[in-house]
């Protein structure tokens, strides 16, 4: 099926430092996603992204999280600065429509010390 | 918003009988109810969605019955084997832009 791809699919860094997770979603889909997914739980809802803008955002997505695609390149989640508690395994999803299937990639596990 | 509870958190049942995992959703406008398997390490892959045009949707060995009335929905694996030992999530959506609430997930541990 669809493929999604994620890189990092780790990232150690120390609390306080920026990063950035990149996802390469699919190449004809139009709606973009970040969820959070700590360990044994289920996966929240971050944001949501279509046409270069913000359409939804959780509280989740605080103040030190942005979200961008340029020119069509990577999609890409800053945080800066991290915090401990942004330790988890970051999921990226993309589907064609808006009210379409959502595909994931393999994730990225992010852990802040 | 929308809150979607799921139960239960661990399923166990021997191989060749069926299993059941039960959502129930707060939001009456929810429109779309996917359920994802999620195997240790990997990401969530969809396996069947049901949508609120419909009440029963059925694939490869997979059942599900949506109840709006209810606010409920089921998965229902019919004739398990131990590859379908893996976490279960059940997701509601409700907007336009498809933002998923995702159930708590269920456990499914089938033994030979």
């Known amino acids: 099926g669809p493929k999604v791809l994620q890189i990092p699919s780790h990232q150690i860094i120390d609390m306080g430092q920026m990063v950035t997770l990149n996802c390469d979603p699919v190449s004809n889909h139009l709606y973009f996603y970040w969820y959070k997914q700590i360990l044994g739980q289920q996966m929240e809802f971050l944001v949501n992204?279509?046409?270069?803008?913000?359409?939804?955002k959780s509280k989740l997505f605080k103040d030190q999280f942005s979200v961008e695609r340029p020119d069509g390149s990577y999609f890409t989640l800053k945080i800066q600065p991290t915090a401990l508690e942004d330790s988890a395994v970051y999921f990226c999803?993309?589907?064609?429509?808006?009210?379409?299937?959502?595909?994931f990639g393999p994730g990225t596990r992010l852990l802040v010390l | 918003g929308e809150q979607v509870e799921q139960l239960p958190s661990i399923l166990r049942v021997q191989e060749g009988s069926s299993a059941s995992i039960n959502c129930t959703y707060e939001n009456s406008a929810s429109n779309y109810f996917p359920w994802y398997k999620q195997e240790p390490g990997e990401n969530p892959k969809l396996i069947i969605d049901i949508r609120s045009n419909m009440e029963r949707k059925q694939t490869q060995g997979l059942i599900v019955l949506l109840d709006k009335k209810a606010k409920r929905f089921s998965l229902h694996i019919t004739d398990t084997q131990p590859g379908d030992s893996a976490m279960y999530f059940c997701a509601a959506s409700n907007s336009g832009y498809n933002k998923l609430t995702f159930g708590k997930g269920t456990v499914l541990l089938v033994s030979p």
């Open positions: 992204f279509y046409n270069g803008k913000v359409m939804e």
């Open positions: 999803a993309s589907s064609p429509g808006g009210g379409n299937t959502q595909y």
